[in-house]
């Protein structure tokens, strides 16, 4: 037997499919933005562009907890770092993940940058030319 539910749809059941489809994608939405948003908030607060893994969150989480550990005093020698001459003088090199690496400047720890495998190959390979 049809009835008509307090939102002016009619049906048969409990309540409105119909409604209850929307406000489920509406809170989908909701979801989405304050994930965004929380997501665009924590790239603020990064002391270095961690965009280019904007689509690898895992290795953005492993980058964030390794200068974490190394702005609270760890060195990155015991994150598996280890030194590399380049043109820009000193680096610490250490691995995020299998394909990236972070850069520090080796007398103050500073964080420089995350490079791919690829272009730290690059870097190393000045070394060698140079």
Request: charged share 25%.
């Amino acid at each position: 037997m049809k009835q008509t539910f307090s939102c002016g749809h009619t049906g048969k059941g409990k309540y409105c499919h119909a409604c209850a489809a929307a406000e489920k994608q509406k809170a989908e939405q909701r979801a989405a933005l304050e994930d965004k948003r929380a997501a665009k908030q924590s790239s603020a607060d990064d002391p270095i562009d961690l965009s280019i893994v904007r689509h690898l969150s895992a290795v953005q989480r492993e980058a964030r907890d390794l200068l974490a550990k190394v702005s609270s005093g760890v060195h990155p020698f015991s994150l598996d770092g280890k030194f590399i001459q380049s043109s820009a003088g000193k680096l610490l090199s250490v691995p995020v993940g299998r394909s990236y690496r972070l850069l520090f400047d080796a007398p103050s720890l500073a964080p420089l940058r995350l490079v791919s495998h690829e272009d730290y190959n690059a870097i190393a390979a000045n070394r060698v030319a140079a």
